[in-house]
């Protein structure tokens, strides 16, 4: 039974299933891209606490408190054909991101951001700064320090920021639309087919989007909340 | 002139409001006992000369000043060779007992750290070569000891500093472990300083004692002073006072 099939028997369109497709994609682009801009930011306010921090953690957490469509707003005042960056990335390299797969990359990452950043931030934390004092001492330098001792002791909260940070972003609605539109085939990510579906009155196809959605959620909260902390009881 | 003691620091420390220590330090001696109540700043004495607590502490080992480079800027901690066996192990919990013990080999380099037969008689001399397959929280505590000290040892430390070392490891081997440890500084070179409360431990391996209580170096001496050669008092003459 090919995916097509499959896809046929629950009464979804081939616009549906590239849309799952693109939300996945597009959730996994964003979710790497959040683990190599947050995870720096989320160690330095954690193990670095300066007179900056505060001001560093509100501006990472923003996007979770804002709507996500001010957040969308935000990046296409910025992002889009007349707004400062978008007119650069145009005219020096051709390139435009809005209305295109790469501006929704762009907003669902920004808007996963502060539930990755948060989780590693709490995550760091937790590692008993003894443990890297006492691998200084025998020799580590501090890039050594960070590979072989906090990382590994915060894996488990790492991992449960990522998967928060990847079902965010695989389920961004407004800011996406904001930036990216709702082109079926094109833009068009499941939260925004679902949309559609209702809007139209498909119950079957909005039922098995919606389904499909929440059954990945859940999952990746499941194992989310099975992983922390619960690996080395003995000593944190 | 300058007389270049074994080892030597002149610390002065306000760790609070209400405490401050003052501890001008020196022994000729390789081992030397830090000794005194809880509390009297024995454990942040250690901190200070390891540079774990960030401070001004002037540190000569064998006239060599080690806290500082030859242009007076701090030497970071990694590079400091200062070895330290902590009250609380501090083994790495998301490591088995090998790599806690081998951990700092790796970082040491070409020629400096020890062969593989040199570390695997460590391991065997301090009787832990059954240990090594273990993880970290199947090991007990006079278990976890063991591999704390190896793996200080292994850093190929100038300096070995110890609080408590042994106090988890029962009274029939500790002995036999701080005998080990007191042949194994001896032929590496290894100047070695050991917060202890026990006056049998002192009598056995050091070479020199600090009377330490309240932030203040109340007597310095050898063991024999404080404790006579036979029988052990708990308190020093100077307590008596």
Same mark, same amino acid.
């Given at each position: 039974?090919?995916?097509?099939?499959?896809?046929?028997?629950?009464?979804?369109?081939?616009?549906? %299933?590239?849309?799952?497709?693109?939300?996945?994609?597009?959730?996994?682009?964003?979710?790497?891209?959040?683990?190599?801009?947050?995870?720096?930011?989320?160690?330095?306010?954690?193990?670095?606490?300066?007179?900056?921090?505060?001001?560093?953690?509100?501006?990472?957490?923003?996007?979770?408190?804002?709507?996500?469509?001010?957040?969308?707003?935000?990046?296409?005042?910025?992002?889009?054909?007349?707004?400062?960056?978008?007119?650069?990335?145009?005219?020096?390299?051709?390139?435009?991101?809005?209305?295109?797969?790469?501006?929704?990359?762009?907003?669902?990452?920004?808007?996963?951001?502060?539930?990755?950043?948060?989780?590693?931030?709490?995550?760091?934390?937790?590692?008993?700064?003894?443990?890297?004092?006492?691998?200084?001492?025998?020799?580590?330098?501090?890039?050594?320090?960070?590979?072989?001792?906090?990382?590994?002791?915060?894996?488990?909260?790492?991992?449960?920021?990522?998967?928060?940070?990847?079902?965010?972003?695989?389920?961004?609605?407004?800011?996406?639309?904001?930036?990216?539109?709702?082109?079926?085939?094109?833009?068009?990510?499941?939260?925004?087919?679902?949309?559609?579906?209702?809007?139209?009155?498909?119950?079957?196809?909005?039922?098995?989007?919606?389904?499909?959605?929440?059954?990945?959620? %859940?999952?990746?909260?499941?194992?989310?909340?099975?992983?922390?902390?619960?690996?080395?009881?003995?000593?944190? | 002139?300058?007389?270049?003691?074994?080892?030597?620091?002149?610390?002065?420390?306000?760790?609070?409001?209400?405490?401050?220590?003052?501890?001008? *330090?020196?022994?000729?001696?390789?081992?030397?006992?830090?000794?005194? #109540?809880?509390?009297?700043?024995?454990?942040?004495?250690?901190?200070?000369?390891?540079?774990? *607590?960030? @401070?001004?502490?002037?540190?000569?080992?064998?006239?060599?000043? /080690?806290?500082?480079?030859?242009?007076?800027?701090?030497?970071?901690?990694?590079?400091?060779?200062?070895?330290?066996?902590?009250?609380?192990?501090?083994?790495? #919990?998301?490591?088995?007992?090998?790599?806690?013990?081998?951990?700092?080999?790796?970082?040491?380099?070409?020629?400096?750290?020890?062969?593989? @037969?040199?570390?695997?008689?460590?391991?065997?001399?301090?009787?832990?070569?059954?240990?090594?397959?273990?993880?970290?929280?199947?090991?007990?505590?006079?278990?976890?000891?063991?591999?704390?000290?190896?793996?200080?040892?292994?850093?190929?430390?100038?300096?070995?500093?110890?609080?408590?070392?042994?106090?988890? /490891?029962?009274?029939?081997?500790?002995?036999?472990?701080?005998?080990?440890?007191?042949?194994?500084?001896?032929?590496?070179? /290894?100047?070695?300083?050991?917060?202890?409360?026990?006056?049998?431990? /002192?009598?056995?391996?050091?070479?020199?004692?600090?009377?330490?209580?309240?932030?203040?170096?109340?007597?310095?001496?050898? #063991?024999?002073?404080?404790?006579?050669?036979?029988?052990? @008092?708990?308190?020093?003459?100077?307590?008596?006072?």
């Amino acid at each position: 039974m090919s995916l097509s099939s499959i896809a046929a028997a629950l009464g979804m369109t081939s616009d549906d %299933l590239s849309a799952l497709g693109l939300s996945f994609c597009v959730a996994a682009l964003a979710s790497v891209a959040v683990v190599l801009t947050a995870t720096p930011l989320a160690w330095y306010v954690a193990k670095r606490p300066n007179r900056f921090s505060g001001i560093l953690i509100a501006l990472g957490s923003l996007p979770l408190v804002m709507p996500p469509t001010v957040t969308g707003y935000a990046l296409l005042v910025i992002l889009g054909r007349n707004g400062l960056v978008g007119r650069f990335l145009e005219r020096t390299f051709g390139y435009v991101l809005v209305f295109h797969w790469t501006g929704a990359v762009l907003a669902a990452a920004v808007c996963s951001f502060p539930l990755y950043f948060l989780t590693a931030r709490a995550a760091f934390a937790g590692v008993e700064p003894n443990f890297e004092q006492a691998a200084r001492m025998m020799g580590c330098r501090e890039i050594d320090v960070f590979r072989r001792i906090t990382v590994p002791l915060a894996l488990p909260g790492l991992t449960a920021a990522f998967l928060l940070g990847f079902v965010r972003a695989l389920g961004d609605f407004g800011a996406t639309l904001m930036v990216a539109g709702n082109i079926p085939g094109r833009t068009q990510t499941a939260a925004m087919a679902l949309y559609d579906a209702a809007i139209l009155g498909e119950a079957a196809r909005a039922r098995n989007l919606a389904a499909m959605l929440s059954v990945v959620a %859940l999952a990746a909260l499941w194992f989310a909340g099975r992983t922390p902390a619960a690996r080395f009881p003995d000593r944190i | 002139m300058t007389v270049s003691h074994m080892f030597r620091a002149d610390i002065r420390h306000r760790l609070s409001d209400r405490f401050d220590l003052d501890l001008p *330090l020196r022994t000729e001696a390789r081992v030397t006992a830090l000794f005194g #109540p809880s509390g009297a700043g024995k454990t942040s004495a250690l901190k200070l000369i390891a540079g774990w *607590l960030k @401070s001004d502490t002037p540190t000569y080992l064998e006239g060599c000043r /080690i806290d500082r480079d030859r242009f007076g800027s701090a030497v970071a901690l990694y590079l400091r060779r200062v070895g330290m066996v902590f009250q609380d192990d501090l083994l790495f #919990p998301h490591l088995d007992a090998a790599s806690n013990a081998s951990f700092a080999r790796r970082y040491l380099a070409k020629g400096d750290g020890l062969s593989d @037969s040199d570390f695997a008689r460590l391991v065997e001399k301090f009787g832990a070569s059954s240990l090594m397959e273990k993880p970290v929280r199947a090991l007990s505590g006079g278990e976890r000891q063991r591999i704390g000290l190896i793996r200080a040892l292994a850093s190929r430390p100038r300096l070995l500093l110890c609080d408590e070392p042994v106090s988890a /490891i029962d009274r029939a081997s500790r002995f036999q472990v701080l005998e080990t440890l007191k042949a194994h500084v001896e032929a590496e070179g /290894i100047v070695m300083l050991q917060i202890t409360h026990d006056p049998e431990e /002192i009598l056995r391996i050091a070479g020199h004692v600090w009377h330490i209580d309240s932030g203040r170096l109340i007597a310095g001496g050898p #063991p024999e002073r404080f404790f006579g050669s036979f029988g052990c @008092s708990e308190r020093s003459p100077w307590m008596k006072m």
